[in-house]
Nanobody, 122 residues
Framework: VQLQASGGGLVQPGGYLRLSCAAS????????VGWFRQTPGKEREWVSC????????FYTDPVKGLFTISRDNDKNTVYLQMNSLKPEDTAVYYC????????????????WGQGTLVTVSS
C-alpha cells in the first residue's frame, strides 16, 4: 500500500505546477483524498480535499480559485493543479488518503505520500 507524490519543482511567481498522487495497493476512489503542505517550523496545513464517491472538492481560502483537485480513477491518481503560484505557496506538499467520506484532520489520514517540494521564487 503506497501513495507516491510527484510533480514539485521550482517555478516563478505567477507560474503553475501540477502535482500527482498515485496510489498502489488500494483504490483511491474509495477514500477521501487530501493535499497538505508544510514549511519549516510550521504545522502541516490542509490545502484541499476530494471526497469519496462523487468527489466533491474543498479548498483552504488562500488557494480558492487558484488550485484545483481532481481524480483520474482509471489511473488511480489524484492531481492538484496549482495556478498563479505565489512565494507563500512554497512548501513540501503531501497527499494523503482517509477511509472516510470526507477529509478530517491530518492525524486521521490513513496513508501518506512522501512529499514533493514546491518552490516559488524568481
Amino acid at each position: 500500500v503506497q501513495l507516491q507524490a510527484s510533480g514539485g519543482g521550482l517555478v516563478q511567481p505567477g507560474g503553475y505546477l501540477r502535482l500527482s498522487c498515485a496510489a498502489s495497493g488500494f483504490t483511491l476512489q474509495h477514500y477521501a483524498v487530501g493535499w497538505f503542505r508544510q514549511t519549516p517550523g510550521k504545522e502541516r496545513e490542509w490545502v484541499s480535499c476530494s471526497t469519496r464517491g462523487i468527489g466533491s472538492t474543498f479548498y483552504t481560502d488562500p488557494v480558492k480559485g487558484l488550485f484545483t483537485i481532481s481524480r483520474d480513477n482509471d489511473k488511480n491518481t489524484v492531481y492538484l493543479q496549482m495556478n498563479s503560484l505565489k512565494p507563500e505557496d512554497t512548501a513540501v506538499y503531501y497527499c494523503a488518503a482517509e477511509d472516510n467520506r470526507v477529509c478530517t484532520i491530518a492525524s486521521e489520514m490513513d496513508y501518506w505520500g512522501q512529499g514533493t517540494l514546491v518552490t516559488v521564487s524568481s
